[in-house]
């Protein structure tokens, strides 16, 4: 035994020397020639592989969701520690992709700061300010253009900032790289937009027939600019609102995305606004509002939010609508190659097949501009006005310019989902008829004039209850406003308006709960709402037929009620029997185990609470919260 360990000794000190001769000779030899190695030996290195944003972004989404890093790895065919790289570097991307960098972008530019950092961000505001109307932009127009702000934010700079911009053609290269600027330039329906759009008519029939699509499962979509707090331009309150100083909020704007499809069923808007926590959604739920709500500095429609919309929002949408119509879920989707929207979004879901309109060809055959944007902000301001008329007439001090100024995005959101619900199944059937060949070919229920026509003229008869002196005429001018030129003054005055509410929204605000008193009190006040009705309504039969559906609509708040109740009379069950054993001692047996013996205390307040007598509390007040007092029930 002794002999054996001796051995292994001798053997271990051996390999010891071996290694520590090689290591010297290493450090003090100089190298020998190199030695090749069989090609089958060598192990071929991988090729660096360029990931853009939109793939980051998907991953990170991923991760957030619960996936973990292996399987997301597993998933995309990338090392664990690429994986966690790109999630360390959430922040950044994020940042990245609301700096309008596009989504196929593959490298994360630093972020500048100073005037020129903020000149490029008016910029890229002017750009699309002018893209949405239509006006073909020019190197010359756009390097221009970012001189003029240059020089107004120099002046505004500290005294010794002394860098120079010549806006040159490097930096022009740049710029468009930064922010994917590859077609700036825009022109209206060309000559051959007739034809394209025939032929794009033929194509998308022999689609139709070749797939089977039902007209329940053929889509549109289209976004429209919305002057929310706009009023005609001969009207006081427009005047005065054009008298203040800083941004006009006459000119203040919402993206609203409409949909459809052929047999007349709308989908949910889509909002999209600068502010995304505005004061005025003060305890409300995002969730619950009657549309979809997004937010974007520019309030514009980006190709990031268009996907979000459709995957995120439409797709389930559109997945339930089919399954309550007992149809297969296999959707065809119509949109325009607006620049907001992606061309690779057809690839994103396999139950959704997108189809874009021929360029130049929207006014001619994109069914959502064919009257259903026209009649939906046509009622968007008939609701309005009718608002303003209830509120005046509720509260006697109270003016239209009042109400006006009182008027906030909340508002807006509620009318503007009224107003969506006002445009008639035949309106949305009928703007399909330029745009297939089946399905519509004998319908003839909507006259996208005359519609439009009747709404505007009872818009006017409401303004006349303010003698605000408009015509068709001012309404149909109102309508169909273009967004004007935006100022550099007002590309400032938006962006500070931008980061005073960004502050604004980490503000933390108790959220809004129902309560047994509050509920209670309410339908008490709704009971006597519907005693008044009863005592004026002489039809017996018509007044119970409205009192049946008051309660039938308000269903759900009286189930909120009854568990709320149950609730409260639980707790106060469970003072009553609390019972207070000693731990010595054993519980009692028979009959009368379990019940307590206390004292039952109600205050002057009607307020109670119960003690064993140990307990009895001398000198002090006793209350009970709200949820634990016991109301009647509602009639």
């Keep these: ?44 290195k991988r090729p660096r592989r360029v990931i853009d944003l939109e793939t980051k972004l998907k991953m990170i989404k991923d991760y957030e969701g619960g996936k973990p890093v292996m399987a997301i790895a597993r998933q995309s065919g990338m090392s664990h520690s690429t994986i966690a790289t790109i999630l360390k570097n959430k922040n950044k991307v994020t940042e990245a992709v609301k700096g309008s960098a596009s989504l196929k972008a593959t490298r994360l530019t630093k972020v500048r700061e100073g005037p020129i950092s903020d000149m490029e961000k008016l910029l890229m505001a002017w750009i699309e300010d002018k893209t949405q109307k239509g006006i073909p932009l020019s190197t010359m127009m756009i390097t221009a253009k970012a001189r003029s702000l240059f020089a107004m934010l120099k002046e505004k700079a500290r005294p010794d900032y002394d860098v120079e911009f010549t806006a040159s053609s490097g930096w022009f290269r740049r710029f468009k790289n930064r922010h994917s600027l590859h077609n700036v330039k825009l022109s209206g329906e060309s000559p051959t937009a007739d034809k394209a759009a025939e032929e794009f008519v033929e194509t998308l029939d022999k ?57 007349g069923y709308k989908l949910k ?42 995957l995120n929002c439409y797709a389930s949408e559109m997945e339930k609508y089919c399954l309550e119509n007992n149809i297969s879920f296999k959707i065809l989707l119509i949109v325009d190659n607006a620049p907001g929207h992606p061309s690779f979004i057809g690839d994103l879901h396999p139950n959704i097949k997108v189809v874009f309109l021929p360029p130049n060809t929207t006014s001619l055959i994109q069914p959502m501009d064919q009257g259903v944007i026209a009649a939906f902000k046509a009622y968007y301001l008939k609701r309005i006005f009718a608002q303003a008329i209830v509120a005046t007439e509720e509260d006697a001090e109270k003016t239209l310019l009042q109400f006006w100024k009182d008027y906030n995005i909340y508002d807006c ?44 003229k009872a818009v006017v008869e409401m303004a006349d209850t303010f003698n605000l002196g408009v015509d068709e005429d001012d309404i149909e001018e109102l309508l169909e406003v273009v967004p004007e030129e935006l100022t550099n003054e007002e590309l400032l005055e938006l962006e500070r308006i931008a980061e005073e509410e960004a502050r604004e929204e980490k503000e933390e605000e108790s959220p809004k709960k129902f309560t047994v008193k509050g509920l209670a009190e309410a339908f008490a006040e709704l009971n006597k709402l519907l005693k008044k009705f009863e005592n004026m309504d002489p039809n017996t ?57 206390c004292i039952v205390i109600i205050g002057d307040d009607s307020s109670m609470c119960a003690y ?16 634990d007092i016991d109301y009647p029930d509602p009639v």
Aim: net charge positive.
């Design 1 to 44: 035994m002794l002999c054996d360990t001796s051995s292994n000794l001798t053997h271990l000190l051996n390999v010891s020397f071996s290694l520590v001769i090689d290591l010297i000779l290493c450090c003090f030899l100089p190298p020998g020639p190199k030695r090749t190695k069989s090609t089958a030996n060598v192990v071929s």
């Design 207 to 263: 689609l139709i027939v070749e797939e089977n699509y039902l007209p329940e499962q053929i889509f549109n979509m289209d976004e429209t600019t919305l002057f929310w707090k706009r009023m005609p331009e001969r009207t006081f309150i427009h005047k005065e609102a054009k008298s203040m100083p800083g941004f006009k909020s006459f000119k203040d704007r919402i993206t609203v995305l409409l949909g459809g499809n052929v047999t």
């Design 269 to 310: 808007p889509f909002v999209i606004w600068h502010n995304e926590n505005p004061r005025a959604f003060k305890h409300i739920n995002k969730h619950t509002l009657p549309v979809y709500y997004r937010s974007n500095k520019k309030s514009r429609m980006t190709q990031l939010l268009f996907q979000d919309a459709l």
């Design 413 to 456: 959101l509620k009318n503007l989902a009224w107003a969506w619900s006002d445009v008639t199944k035949e309106c949305m059937n009928g703007i399909w008829k330029k745009t297939l060949k089946r399905f519509v070919r004998d319908f003839q229920g909507f006259v996208k004039d005359e519609e439009v026509a009747k709404i505007n």
């Design 541 to 597: 039969e018509r007044f119970s037929l409205i009192e049946r559906n008051v309660h039938g609509a308000l269903s759900a708040y009286k189930q909120i009620y009854d568990e709320k109740k149950k609730q409260a009379k639980q707790t106060t069950m469970d003072i009553f029997l609390k019972r207070v054993t000693p731990p010595q001692e054993e519980p009692q047996a028979g009959p009368s185990a379990g019940i307590p013996e």
């Design 612 to 627: 064993s007598p140990e307990d009895l509390p001398v000198g002090e007040d006793v209350k009970m919260e709200d949820s």
